[in-house]
């Protein structure tokens, strides 16, 4: 309870309970407003401490299992909070804009980033020299505004598993395209948002530097968390297989001693041994001679 207290404060300091204007409220949001003062909603902060911690959990075992949570953020006062969150736990974001056919279009999209890298390795290597000031020129503006847009996703594989959204009005595009693939939602929802629209939701202040980095802060540390679970239940199982190889390599250690063992005993029990000087024994012969 502590805990929570001391989260609801932190919350109400970084002005998370502030809303927008009555008239720019979205009806949905009802069950999470605490009052309204001076014409603005103040959201119930112990509604925000409770569906943050549900998302941090859920979160959390998806960064556990090893998939891939993509932050999206395109506002102007989130992009360099979410950018830094995200680089922290090598998780893949937009914070430019996000292309229409991100996640719909994927292999196109793949396609761009796999020609942005083709042109930072001829950059690099020295291939481009070869090319005019021009060209070189060119390629490095291409470069640059390819990895403007593409730079947060360059390691990205393949669809990831979750998107978290700061603000899901804003980011509508990248929200819809989520849900056409069945990918799971999670994002901070202002008074004017449907809380509907996302698998899991925090009514929070959207707008404030201080409330995206408070939020987007808790929830980086929980998805930090599940990483270093996954990757300490995989140091485990390291040893427990290198107990196992030493445990087997010892018993065909000793299956083969054994076998040899039982070698040197069966060539010895084949004859009895003879006493060194003692007269060898003369067999008789009882084959009768020819013509008697």
Same mark, same amino acid.
């Given at each position: 309870?502590?805990?929570?207290t001391s989260?609801q404060q !932190?919350?109400?300091e970084?002005? =998370?309970?502030f809303g927008?204007?009555? &008239?720019k409220?979205?009806?949905? *949001?009802l069950p999470y407003i605490?009052?309204?003062? &001076? +014409?603005?909603? /103040?959201i119930?902060?112990?509604k #925000?401490?409770?569906?943050?911690? !549900?998302?941090a959990a859920a979160?959390? !075992?998806?960064a556990?299992s090893?998939?891939?949570?993509?932050?999206?953020a395109?506002k102007?006062q989130?992009?360099? /909070?979410?950018?830094e969150?995200?680089?922290k736990?090598?998780m893949?974001y937009?914070t430019?804009r996000?292309l229409?056919g991100?996640?719909?279009n994927f292999?196109?999209?793949?396609?761009? =980033?796999k020609? *942005? !890298?083709?042109?930072?390795? *001829?950059?690099?290597?020295?291939?481009?020299e070869?090319?005019?000031?021009?060209?070189?020129?060119t390629l490095g503006?291409?470069k640059?505004?390819?990895?403007?847009v593409?730079?947060?996703?360059?390691?990205?594989g393949r $669809?990831?598993?979750? $998107?978290?959204l700061?603000d899901i009005?804003?980011?509508h595009?990248a929200l819809?395209?989520?849900k056409r693939? +069945?990918?799971q #939602?999670?994002?901070? %929802?202002d008074t004017?948002?449907?809380?509907? @629209? %996302?698998?899991f939701? /925090?009514?929070a202040?959207d707008?404030a #530097?201080?409330?995206?980095?408070i /939020?987007?802060?808790?929830?980086?540390a929980?998805i930090?968390?599940?990483?270093a679970?996954r990757q300490?239940?995989k140091?485990?199982?390291?040893?427990?297989?290198?107990?196992?190889n030493?445990?087997?390599? &010892?018993? @065909?250690?000793?299956e083969a001693?054994?076998?040899a063992?039982?070698?040197?005993?069966?060539?010895g029990a084949?004859?009895?041994? #003879?006493?060194?000087?003692a007269p060898?024994?003369?067999?008789?012969?009882t084959?009768?001679?020819?013509g008697?």
């Open positions: 309870m502590e805990n929570n989260l !932190q919350l109400l970084a002005g =998370v309970h927008h204007l009555k &008239k409220w979205n009806p949905k *949001m605490f009052a309204e003062k &001076k +014409g603005i909603h /103040i119930d902060l112990n #925000t401490v409770d569906h943050l911690q !549900q998302t979160l959390k !075992q998806i556990k090893g998939k891939k949570i993509m932050f999206v395109t102007k989130a992009k360099e /909070i979410v950018s969150c995200a680089k736990v090598n893949p937009a430019e996000w229409g991100m996640l719909t292999n196109t999209v793949r396609k761009s =980033v020609k *942005m !890298q083709s042109i930072e390795k *001829m950059l690099a290597d020295g291939s481009a070869s090319l005019t000031k021009k060209e070189r020129l503006r291409d640059d505004k390819m990895e403007k593409l730079g947060g996703i360059a390691q990205l $669809l990831p598993a979750a $998107l978290f700061v009005g804003h980011e595009i819809a395209e989520a693939l +069945g990918i #939602t999670f994002g901070m %929802v004017n948002c449907d809380p509907n @629209k %996302v698998d939701s /925090i009514p202040n707008d #530097t201080k409330s995206i980095a /939020i987007t802060n808790y929830i980086t929980a930090a968390e599940g990483l679970e300490a239940s140091d485990d199982e390291g040893e427990t297989e290198e107990g196992n030493e445990n087997e390599a &010892k018993a @065909k250690r000793m001693e054994a076998n063992e039982g070698g040197r005993g069966k060539r084949g004859a009895a041994p #003879t006493a060194p000087g060898k024994r003369r067999i008789q012969s084959r009768r001679p020819a008697k």
